[in-house]
């Protein structure tokens, strides 16, 4: 790659590739949240969407920004939320709940704006109100502070190694006081919100804002954690694999580009290196399940 | 002498640099009880996988019935007559037990192959066969019944109808008591004897040396990988085992507690959880007290451990601690109110496999170690190194995952974690289940450590000896209800095992 098209790794080159991620990779750190914890939400692509929506009409009906900001955040806790209390409380599987409100929500957002797109956002809203470098700088700014927070917070607060506990042991970890169906909740509620922030930062980096927006971003997101090496059962991973996850994925397409291939095979090494990245995940499960039959007899 | 069923020489296998087995041997005769003792790490799960062909030997000789074996896989084994039933048993659980029994005849290469993978299952067939074989150890299950259904006990006879229908002339039994009340053991014994009376062969894995005197006829003690002796079961004394596998001196008695009790540390009161299956529970432990709670499986015991601490809240009655009603609903609640809890099953519910010991020791007082909110590496590392110098925990680290260590050294990292919450009252489920004697015997002498420091203490256990040895005072269930209290003073006679016994059964 390198030698092939040297220019692909200029830094303008790599900002750019970057800020094309930067929904996404918020996204995934509260994607990454919920994997941990040993579910998984399939909804966000359509949350996504439903916060792209209110994010724009909260815009044109004149609310100061922070408002707006907040408003979208609340919805899409909110939505986090449902799904969190439906599958923590409710004990329904996370892929049931999660297809049904992935369904659900887009069918619902479809129904109220007709399929109409936002348009004839505030000048102040495209942007923030900002410059396209100073936008860019927020957006990288709050990734930035999202991701070191995410990365610290599930290193060093007790919450964080609650999510951890409960992705690996849910039994251990409510015999220990943890309680597993909170963490959950909280999880999804996270999620919901992360993917809020996405949504928002993605909406103002255009003027107008498509009724389908997000369509098939759960795909990309969870492709970018499990690429990332977080355990698909949950309990192990981290939001700095995430990172390399939406990195690699997202540069796969601009490479390709560069390199003059058709933009068609994107999809296919896509899927190839998630089908790497399981692989090598099960690999090393299945030693240590072989392992199992040992560790008692070789300490 | 007729030939030998079984003879390994000279086995040798290192795992990652670890020396699991060197130059072990090993034999079983057919009409024979063969135990294989010694503690966990000596080498005995290992040596099983490689008889059972799930390990390739890196050096040595195996042969069954006077052939070499030189294809190590499970398969091969299998067609060899080798069959293991190990201490948890491996069904299938969303399926019936026929088609378990028939799973285990069919696949595997044994049938699969000629009678074609696509052809109409023959249900009668297959529910004969394994009514037939269930009948044969004696076994009153529907062979409709979903595995998941089924106690342990139970999915313990199903896997050994499997491995007589199989035919399996070499019968490998890791640990098959630790989960069987005294009467289920006697009919494994039944089993085993009769077994061996058909000229199988019988290698018998337990750390119960009681019982490898009552069953065994040779006994192998192995240790560090390697094998130390084989002697007929007359030649040989329990000192003498328990002295080869430790490689010292070691009592084989429990440690007898003598503490002074205290004030009533917990108490419960009429205490119902319908969902549980208890009603009218009514105990209490003192400070500085070893209460044993006996019982059959599924006489409630963990149940009413798990109502107490929390996690499946009672109905009804009432929860003292020191005295005050207290309502506890979930265990963190439980853990605030000073009560710890360690469960049976260690690697279910014990410690979390993946994470490092430091974090397993912690999880439960996560509080503790990061009072500001945030986890103090540094105290969290030196409370892990503190309680495995306490617990004498093996490992190489506080940082290595305890997945990777023994049996022995996962629970005392389970224990860790409930001691470093700091309990008055520490409720124990089966606490040495299932681990080495040396690691037994320090679990004891700890509880008896704890006790006299005026923990209060309610101990589970399955193990009659073991019960009897540690109370101070003994509380019998069965059927969700308590049938009985002995006081076992060491004046006093009245505690037999005969006497738990008929209160757990219920005819006295």
Request: charge should be positive.
């Amino acid at each position: 790659m390198a030698f092939a098209a040297p220019s692909f790794f200029t830094l303008a080159n790599q900002r750019d590739v970057l800020m094309a991620n930067m929904p996404v990779l918020i996204a995934a750190l509260g994607m990454t949240l919920i994997v941990l914890t040993g579910q998984i939400d399939i909804s966000i692509g359509s949350q996504f969407a439903i916060c792209s929506v209110a994010a724009g009409l909260a815009a044109k009906s004149g609310l100061p920004l922070p408002a707006v900001a907040l408003a979208v955040l609340l919805s899409g806790a909110l939505l986090g939320a449902i799904n969190g209390a439906l599958v923590a409380w409710a004990r329904i599987p996370s892929i049931v709940v999660t297809l049904a409100a992935m369904v659900a929500l887009r069918d619902a957002l479809r129904w109220a704006t007709q399929g109409a797109w936002v348009q004839e956002l505030p000048r102040s809203f495209q942007w923030l109100g900002l410059t396209l470098s100073a936008f860019q700088m927020v957006t990288a700014g709050i990734a930035a502070i999202l991701f070191a927070g995410a990365a610290w917070g599930l290193r060093n607060m007790p919450a964080g190694r609650a999510v951890y506990a409960v992705g690996s042991n849910e039994n251990t970890a409510r015999l220990a006081g943890i309680d597993a169906a909170r963490v959950t909740f909280w999880a999804f509620t996270a999620a919901g919100a992360l993917t809020a922030c996405a949504a928002l930062l993605n909406s103002a980096r255009f003027n107008q804002i498509p009724s389908n927006a997000g369509l098939g971003m759960e795909l990309r997101v969870i492709a970018a954690v499990v690429v990332g090496g977080t355990a698909i059962r949950g309990g192990r991973g981290t939001v700095v694999g995430t990172l390399l996850g939406v990195i690699l994925l997202g540069a796969i397409g601009p490479a390709l580009t560069f390199l003059g291939i058709s933009a068609y095979w994107e999809k296919a090494i896509q899927g190839a290196i998630i089908l790497m990245a399981v692989a090598t995940e099960a690999w090393p499960s299945q030693a240590r399940t072989w392992e199992d039959g040992l560790v008692r007899d070789y300490n | 002498m007729s030939t030998l069923l079984l003879r390994a020489t000279g086995i040798t296998k290192t795992f990652a640099g670890v020396r699991a087995l060197h130059a072990a041997s090993f034999d079983l005769e057919p009409w024979e009880v063969h135990a294989l003792v010694g503690e966990n790490g000596a080498g005995k799960s290992t040596l099983i996988r490689i008889i059972t062909g799930a390990e390739t030997p890196d050096a040595g000789l195996l042969q069954v019935e006077g052939r070499v074996v030189t294809d190590h896989r499970p398969k091969v084994s299998k067609s060899l007559g080798i069959a293991a039933i190990y201490q948890q048993p491996a069904l299938f659980p969303d399926l019936s037990v026929a088609e378990n029994i028939a799973l285990a005849l069919e696949t595997g290469g044994l049938v699969a192959r000629h009678e074609g993978t696509w052809r109409k299952v023959d249900w009668r067939a297959r529910n004969q066969r394994a009514r037939e074989l269930l009948e044969q150890v004696g076994a009153a299950i529907d062979p409709d019944r979903p595995a998941s259904s089924l106690s342990l006990p139970e999915q313990q006879l199903v896997e050994i109808s499997k491995a007589i229908g199989a035919k399996a002339r070499i019968l490998i039994m890791d640990e098959p008591t630790a989960s069987l009340t005294e009467s289920e053991v006697e009919r494994l014994f039944r089993l085993i004897a009769a077994f061996r009376a058909e000229g199988r062969g019988i290698v018998y894995i337990s750390h119960r040396l009681e019982e490898i005197f009552s069953i065994a006829d040779r006994i192998t003690v192995l240790r560090d990988g390697e094998t130390v002796g084989t002697q007929y079961k007359n030649q040989i004394t329990k000192e003498e085992v328990i002295r080869q596998m430790a490689g010292r001196e070691l009592s084989a008695a429990f440690p007898k507690p003598r503490v002074p009790v205290g004030e009533i540390a917990l108490e419960v009161r009429r205490l119902s959880n319908k969902r549980a299956g208890l009603s009218h529970i009514s105990l209490h432990v003192r400070c500085g007290e070893i209460l044993g709670l006996a019982g059959l499986l599924g006489a409630g015991r963990t149940e009413l451990a798990e109502t107490i601490f929390g996690l499946t809240p009672a109905d009804s009655g009432e929860v003292l601690v020191r005295g005050k009603p207290v309502r506890i609903a979930s265990p963190s609640q439980a853990i605030g109110y000073g009560i710890g809890y360690v469960p049976e099953d260690r690697r279910r519910h014990g410690v979390v496999i993946e994470m490092p010991i430091a974090s397993n020791v912690s999880l439960a007082s996560l509080r503790a170690v990061a009072p500001a909110g945030l986890i103090d590496r540094k105290a969290e590392r030196e409370l892990a190194l503190r309680y495995m110098g306490q617990l004498r925990i093996r490992a190489e680290s506080v940082q290595s995952s305890a997945g990777t260590l023994s049996g022995g050294n996962q629970q005392k990292v389970a224990l860790a974690r409930w001691l470093a919450t700091g309990p008055a009252v520490l409720i124990l489920n089966e606490p040495a289940q299932g681990v080495d004697v040396a690691s037994k015997q320090e679990i004891h002498k700890l509880m008896v450590d704890l006790a006299g420091r005026g923990m209060a203490i309610v101990m589970i256990s399955s193990e009659l000896p073991e019960i009897i040895a540690m109370s101070d005072r003994i509380v019998v269930m069965r059927a969700g209800r308590i049938r009985g209290e002995l006081s076992n003073h060491v004046s006093n006679q009245e505690t037999t095992p005969e006497k738990i016994l008929s209160l757990a059964l219920g005819h006295e």
